[in-house]
């Protein structure tokens, strides 16, 4: 090259190294960027276990709540027994007045009925004809009905003579239940079906078993 750009010599021109600043200003960036990428992973392995802690307390507290809810149950259960337990003996046919009505056309039904629950050892009241509120009215094998005193007494006992019976109760001050025959009547129970039914009546239900985890939080 010619000129005032004329090398002369034997020294050439040299490439000079970055200042020391630059090189400063580059570690410090690049020692943030590291320590961020740092911090963002660190983040992540906190919200990873973090979550797993919380499904499993979460988990661990849903099992305590149905363990609660299994005991109450079962306390529950223990009530109806004692109250089943307490409560009074179960009549014999022979202290329950039948009254026998036919809501039925068939002639001779109440008669025929009373006669078969007289020998199964019932007391017989009336026989005859039920009344304007049930004749005809009744689409089932009949309703047993009778006061509220007799729900779990004389009620149950009378419905094992006749399967599908309902069991109703009104506001009668006496002690006689009623039995009326519907349109699907057709006979009484066999009388070994209605003993095995009597029986199991009066058969007290076995107590509920304690928890076998027995685990309680």
Do not use: H
Request: aromatic share 4%; with cysteine; hydrophobic share 35%.
């Amino acid at each position: 090259m010619g000129g005032k750009y004329r090398i002369t010599g034997d020294k050439y021109p040299r490439m000079r190294r970055p200042s020391g600043r630059r090189r400063i200003v580059l570690a410090a960036i690049a020692a943030l960027a590291v320590a961020g990428l740092l911090g963002w992973g660190s983040l992540q392995l906190i919200d990873v276990f973090g979550g797993e802690d919380e499904a499993s307390a979460a988990s661990g507290t849903k099992g305590c709540v149905t363990t609660q809810q299994s005991d109450a149950a079962r306390q529950r259960n223990q009530q109806k027994q004692q109250q089943r337990q307490q409560r009074k003996p179960l009549p014999e046919p022979a202290q329950i007045k039948v009254n026998v009505l036919n809501a039925t056309p068939r002639g001779g039904l109440a008669k025929e009925t009373a006669d078969e629950l007289k020998k199964r050892g019932f007391a017989i009241g009336k026989v005859g004809n039920a009344t304007k509120a049930y004749d005809k009215k009744v689409e089932g094998p009949g309703i047993v009905l009778g006061p509220k005193s007799a729900t779990d007494t004389a009620l149950p006992v009378l419905a094992t003579q006749v399967a599908g019976a309902q069991r109703q109760t009104d506001t009668r001050k006496g002690g006689e239940i009623d039995l009326i025959l519907g349109s699907r009547f057709k006979d009484l129970a066999k009388k070994e079906d209605a003993d095995k039914a009597l029986a199991a009546l009066a058969k007290p239900a076995p107590a509920p078993s304690p928890s076998a985890d027995g685990k309680t939080c």
